[in-house]
DNA sequence: TCTAATTTTGACCAATTGGTTAAACTATAT
DNA sequence: ATATAGTTTAACCAATTGGTCAAAATTAGA
């Protein structure tokens, strides 16, 4: 498929991606997408009416791409430990491919948090959260994970993944100074994540 | 000390302060600024040359902060359990007071990495790892951390502490349909990430 | 008190920004 | 072929932006 080919919205939708997820919203700008998509800065606004439209569309995109990879966890047949297991195998490898995505979700809903409210309305966490303690209620109970406990736990296992690609600036220039590869790091943190969280839970039997 | 009293670039630094760390670099405006500290636009280039300048020694002031509350743990003559447990006290309770810190810094860095460079050249962590190494050498081969792994473990620890900040923006609306309180979230977290790690390295023995 | 230096101000500027518009171009259907 | 609708473009605009400057106000030193 050439360039030309490619529908012109599709073009733009695309260049604006890359434009806003380097730069934010604030820093992007409407005439550098239009280079990146090779067209006339006018076009933006004949297909998406004005950068917050076009913002909203490359945000509700994204965040609905980084939510949705939270979900197949609750679905598959696996004891909790495989769960935790397959987790971090397949979200951490999700933000090895995406490695830019955390810093700009966070970033940009920190920055205008109303945007997230109209996306997570329609996501009944709770529900989640609920077919967790059903489908694993004696290994909660053996691991004394009360509905309480059960929110700091979920956020325990997010944090532990999503937080380097946060930190990835910092991270990679740390790294530098000490002879430690970031990929290499992010490989190895798959099962060390995993058995780390598993061990914790392990020992509060 | 009434608000004329102070002196005026004291007061530019504190407003710029406020109105960096919550519209970021690219957001925010010189006017804005000038209107918080109550005073003509021009000052802010007559006590600081111009945006950048302004924007560096807020960011390098904040970040210097921020680092220098990782520092106190290889201090403190405590076991390693207790020294984790003094972590997540201190670092969250820190965190609690200056809740908006984190996103701050990790997006600011992520937008420009070159300015975190400058500021790391001088901090050697290797040099308080090894530290750390030094300090408990029996529990740290009791619980199989090996040399390899102590990266691993730091930055869960990190993880664990400082991405419930950077993700306030979406948990906080996340909380508010489950009905749980962020600020009581964070204030059971000191405990909770405490006796996570440390469980979890004890299983690993 | 008078003078010189410092601090503060408002008016101003060039560049950039998101956005508009009318004209030009292209494709499609009759 | 030609009219029509959809697409693309260049020129343009008003508002905003970081920054300058000379004059005014204040302070400090003699």
Redesign the pocket.
């Known amino acids: 498929m050439t360039d030309s080919d490619r529908q ?1 919205e599709e073009k733009i939708f695309e260049a604006a991606t890359d434009v806003f997820v380097e730069k934010g919203m604030d820093g ?4 550098d997408i239009a280079n990146h998509a090779g ?5 933006l ?2 297909y998406y ?4 439209h076009l913002f909203n569309a490359v945000f509700e995109k994204i965040a609905d791409e980084m939510f949705r990879k939270f979900a197949p966890v609750f679905d598959e047949n696996l004891s909790l430990d495989d769960k935790i297991r397959f987790f971090f195998r397949e979200h951490i490898g999700f933000l090895q491919r995406n490695p830019r995505l955390p810093a700009f979700l966070l970033n940009e809903i920190n920055r205008n948090p109303g945007r997230v409210k109209k996306l997570i309305r329609n996501v009944n966490v709770n529900k989640f959260w609920m077919m967790l303690m059903e489908q694993h209620p004696d290994e909660l109970a053996e691991y004394r994970i009360t509905k309480e406990l059960l929110p700091q736990l979920m956020i325990t296992i997010a944090s532990i993944s999503v937080f380097p690609f946060a930190a990835r600036g910092i991270l990679e220039t740390l790294f530098e100074n000490m002879d430690i590869d970031f990929d290499d790091f992010l490989e190895k943190r798959k099962e060390f994540a995993a058995t780390f969280v598993i061990n914790a839970l392990k020992n509060n039997k």
């Open positions: 012109t992007s700008r409407m005439q067209i006339n800065k006018s076009l606004h004949y009416r004005s950068k917050d």
